[in-house]
């Protein structure tokens, strides 16, 4: 079957069973591991290990949630040419042909995100949350700018690669035991799309700090004024 049949049959698809096949292999959809606006995302098991495989939401009309997949089908190629910038990603993001009640459609097969061997903080979907700001714990002005040089680079690699994301493919993660952006939901990515750097540098910090913030528990916020600073400065 070529893409554009398999794509089409997204419009076919009216619910969801609890085992699919993806790839000539039957598979459970094990549990729900979160939604947005266009994909529901499952937990499944593939030779023994743990993947996420992104399904297409059944709740918009089929016209847009064909409009909304042709879009995710770019996902995979932006998640490696964010990977090739040198920022963080999953590394595993490609399409998978799944069968669903006999209705064969192009998926996007991930790495779980607790499959990584770095801890990933989901801005949307809140899993858990980071320790950076410890509260009580007041760092100096020069620690927290040290806090804050790995994801402001993160920043600046996103700028000179020229790359257009909105503010939902923002999300946090501690690969080297330092705050970073991991991206994910790269399906309307564009790369160099930027007109005015300086304003793109700003609206990113912006991003960035708005993430951190976003993703420390409740208790790390309301304990701490530095969290509270951070948050009023965008
Ligand atoms: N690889 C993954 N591992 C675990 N959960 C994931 C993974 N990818 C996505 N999710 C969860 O699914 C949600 C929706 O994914 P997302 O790509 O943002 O979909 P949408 O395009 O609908 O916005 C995310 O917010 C996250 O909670
Ligand atoms: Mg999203």
């Not at 809140?126 to 402001?152: C, M, R």
């Not at 790369?191 to 976003?214: G, M």
Request: aromatic content about 10%; charged content about 25%; proline content about 4%.
């Amino acid at each position: 079957m070529n893409y554009e049949t398999l794509l089409e049959n997204i419009v076919k698809l009216e619910k969801i069973p609890s085992i699919v096949d993806v790839d000539g292999t039957t598979v459970n959809l094990e549990k729900e591991l979160g939604a947005g606006g266009s994909k529901t995302v499952y937990q499944i098991e593939l030779d023994n290990q743990k993947y996420a495989l992104a399904l297409p939401n059944l709740i918009d009309h089929p016209m847009i949630r064909l409009r909304k997949w042709y879009n995710a089908m770019s996902e995979p190629e932006n998640t490696n040419q964010f990977r090739n910038a040198g920022l963080i990603t999953n590394d595993i993001s490609e399409i998978i042909v799944t069968t669903i009640n006999g209705i064969s459609i192009p998926a996007i097969l991930m790495k779980s995100y607790d499959e990584h061997d770095f801890d990933i903080y989901d801005a949307k979907n809140h899993n858990k949350s980071h320790k950076f700001l410890l509260p009580y714990i007041i760092p100096t002005n020069e620690e927290l700018e040290e806090l804050f040089i790995p994801g402001l680079n993160d920043v600046l690699t996103l700028v000179e690669n020229g790359i257009n994301i909105d503010s939902d493919s923002f999300n946090l993660c501690n690969k080297g035991k330092v705050p970073r952006l991991y991206f994910n939901d790269l399906g309307n990515a564009e790369f160099n799309s930027i007109d005015d750097t300086t304003i793109a540098i700003n609206y990113y910090k912006k991003q960035f700090l708005r993430t951190f913030v976003s993703t420390l528990n409740d208790n790390s916020y309301r304990n701490n004024q530095l969290a509270k600073t951070i948050s009023e400065s965008y």
